[in-house]
């Protein structure tokens, strides 16, 4: 509630941004509106990146100034938005309470892939990840994850549906653990993949988890979005260490969630298993001897993701010899593996490497250097023209 001008509570006005498909139905019928509204405003906001209910010209003028009174479309703020020398676009976002997460656009070819963040921080702490060394601070709201993808489009300009989309995959990778955020996640998922939001289709959009194998059951009963896991080693031992979310949810349980939920799909569609190469840790050849013994049997695709170094770690990337050489026999097993191309790393954009401003409630940060880049990423901004 807000004080009003009088001394009387005036309420606070809803944030329509982050309502999905059917939360804005359950709103239009509560203003003793007809259920095509909630299509209506969706496709206004989402397709047509508008925010002002004035402009939403095929609703009626009464019901836009209702709107107006009672409701708004507000998207987190952009602080900072840099463009790395590979065409990499990220975009540091303010949010209510003063902090900040980090969104990476990825253009390759016709694609452009748009990296989401799900929460403030991360409460993981995996041991090569810089956003878990910032601590955890708290979730995104539904409004602020899809906001991140209204702004990514805005960026480009008006909307004009001749134009080949600038976003054409999301993938929820960037900061946090998206299933430990799980009803909005959910719900702005369901916006990015819904006909009159942005149409991505489910393919084309894919979930990142380190292994909350619950979540992961009832992720595959409620949506069926694409599904990645952060696997990082092969046998529970190293994972332990690496991925701290293994002592709670082994291996197996993680693989065995992971049939489950290839079984719930109604086409045939790969995990894919994430793996961080890191010098002398999980990169030697009898652990991907290891490794390809483990996945036998699961339809899936290997990523390895080459560590992308960051200040407090003392981690390093192997060289290309013994990246080619994890990756062959991985191969020769009979898997298809491929090494994810290191982007935006010169603007500090590459996997890991997200940080924004995270007020850490767990005072985990203290434990290492700050590893802030928003100072970084303010030396060598430019400003978005577009907006
Ligand atoms: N919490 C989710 C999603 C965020 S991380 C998850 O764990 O899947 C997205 C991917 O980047 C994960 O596979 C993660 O393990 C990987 N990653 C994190 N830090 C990295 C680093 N420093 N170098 C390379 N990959 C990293």
Redesign the pocket.
Known sequence: MLAGENGCEKQEKVNLLGFSRAKMEEFFLSLGEKRFRATQVIQWIHQHGVADFEQMTNISKPLRLKLTEVAEVRSPEIIYHNISKDGTKKWVMRLDGGNSVETVLIPEGNRGTLCVSSQVG?S?D?S????GKQGFNRNLSAAEIIGQVWVALRSFGEYDPSREKPITNVV???????LLNFDNVVDAMSLMMDDFGYGISKRRLTL???GVVPAIDKLGDLTDVSL???L?APDDALRNIL?PINKKYPIAELLAACHRYLGKLSDRRKITV?Y?LIKGVNDQPEQARALAQLLKGIPCKINL??????PS?D?QRPSKAAIEQFQHILGYAGHVATVRTTRGDDIDA????LVGRVDDKTRRSLKYIPVTSLDTVGINVVADKAL
């Open positions: 991360c993981l995996c090569f990840c810089s956003t929820m990778m960037g900061m946090g653990e998206p990142s988890t380190a990645a896991i952060s990082h991925v994430e961080t993701i080459p560590f992308n170094p960051f770690s981690y590459a996997c890991g490497q």
